[in-house]
C-alpha cells in the first residue's frame, strides 16, 4: 500500500474534499492525514472518505490541530514535558487522533515521543557535516558531549513518555488501531537510536510497532550514528510503515526520491506488501516531482 501524505498540500486548501481529491488524481487510492490538518479540514475529509473517493491508511499526531494553531506542528505537546498543562493536552489531542483514525478507517496513528530538556546538538554537528568535518576531533568531542548528556538525563523523559503511551495504547487497542512511533532526526528526541528495539520489546506487539522514517534515518546516518540499512533490518520484524523521502546532504529532508543519499534499493529487502508506505513529501515539490520520486521507489520496491 502506497500513500501520499497531505503535508504536501494541506496548507494551500480550505476544502479538504478538494485536498484529498488532488491526491487522488496523482493517482494515489491512500492518503495519511499529517500534522496540519486544521480542524476546517475536516468535514470535508470526511465526505471525500464516505462517498469513497479516497481512503485513509493513517493519521499523524496531532490530527485535527489544535484550535488556534493552524500550521504544522507535531510537536506542539510532548508527552516528556514535566508541565501538568502541556501534558494534559498531549493526552486530550492523542486520543483525539486516535478517535479520528478510527472514524476515518485508517490502519494506524504515527507519534512522535518527545525529547530530553538538554542543548540543540543537532544543527551545529549538521552544519560540521556539511563544512566537512565530520570525524574530526572538533566533531568527535562535540557528539561524544551530545550522547554522554542524553544519555544520563533521559531516564525521566523515557518515564513520561511511556506513561502517557499506556493510556494510548489502551485507547487505540479499542478501536483496532496500531501506533506507530517514529525514528527521529534529532539527537535529542526519543526513542534513541540505540534504544529502539529494547524499548519496542517492552511494549505490546499487538498495538505497538515502529514507524521507519527514511530521511529522518539517513540524518542520523550522516551524523554518523547509525547504518541505515543495518538499522531498518534490525527493526523489520515490529514494522508498521514508513514515511518516505530523501535527504540533500547533510540533513535536508522531505525532498524527492532519487535526489538525495538515501540508498533506497538497499532498503527494499525489509519493506513488504503489509507495510503503510507513505511519501513524505515538502510542499516545495511540484506534482511532477511527487510523481516522478514515488515512482522511482516502486520501481525498487514494487507496486504493491
Known amino acids: 500500500m502506497y500513500a501520499l501524505s497531505t503535508c504536501w498540500n494541506s496548507h494551500r486548501h480550505t476544502d479538504g474534499r478538494a485536498m484529498l481529491r ?38 499523524h499526531n496531532f490530527c485535527p490541530l489544535p484550535l488556534g494553531v493552524n500550521q504544522a506542528a507535531p510537536n506542539v505537546f510532548k508527552f516528556t514535558t514535566s508541565d501538568r498543562w502541556e501534558r494534559d493536552n498531549a493526552v486530550k489531542h492523542t486520543l483525539k ?68 503511551l499506556k ?37 505490546p506487539a499487538d498495538t505497538v510497532g515502529y514507524w521507519h522514517d527514511t530521511g529522518h534515518a539517513q540524518i542520523k546516518e550522516n551524523l554518523g550514528l547509525i547504518l541505515h540499512r543495518f538499522h531498518l533490518e534490525n527493526l523489520t520484524d515490529r514494522l508498521i510503515g514508513l514515511h518516505i523521502h ?6 535536508r ?10 540508498d533506497f534499493r538497499a532498503l527494499a529487502p525489509f519493506v513488504k506488501p503489509e507495510h503503510v508506505k507513505v511519501f513524505e513529501f515538502s510542499p516545495s515539490l511540484s506534482a511532477e516531482e511527487v510523481l516522478r520520486g514515488s515512482q522511482h521507489v516502486k520501481s525498487l520496491w514494487g507496486d504493491e
Open 22 to 59: 488532488e491526491i487522488r488524481e496523482l493517482g494515489f487510492e491512500f492518503a495519511e492525514l499529517s500534522h496540519g490538518i486544521r480542524i476546517s479540514l475536516l468535514p470535508g475529509i470526511m465526505d471525500a472518505v464516505d462517498a469513497g473517493e479516497i481512503r485513509i491508511c493513517s493519521v
Open 97 to 164: 487522533s486516535i478517535e479520528t483514525a478510527a472514524r476515518l478507517g485508517a490502519r494506524a496513528v504515527v507519534l512522535h515521543m518527545g525529547r530530553v530538556t538538554m542543548r540543540d546538538y543537532t544543527d551545529r554537528l549538521l552544519e560540521m557535516v556539511g563544512a566537512g568535518e565530520v570525524r574530526s576531533p572538533r566533531f568527535e568531542k562535540l557528539l561524544a558531549e551530545a550522547l554522554e548528556k542524553r544519555e544520563s538525563r533521559k531516564e525521566k523523559y523515557i518515564e513520561r513518555a511511556d506513561e502517557l
Open 167 to 203: 493510556q494510548f495504547v489502551e485507547a487505540a487497542a479499542k478501536q483496532g488501531l496500531r501506533l506507530g512511533v517514529e525514528n527521529r532526526e534529532a539527537i535529542e528526541e526519543i526513542p534513541f537510536e540505540g534504544d529502539l528495539p529494547f524499548w519496542l520489546r517492552s511494549q
Open 246 to 251: 530523501d535527504v540533500t546532504p547533510p540533513g
Open 253 to 262: 529532508d522531505h525532498r524527492e526520491p532519487g535526489t538525495g543519499n538515501v
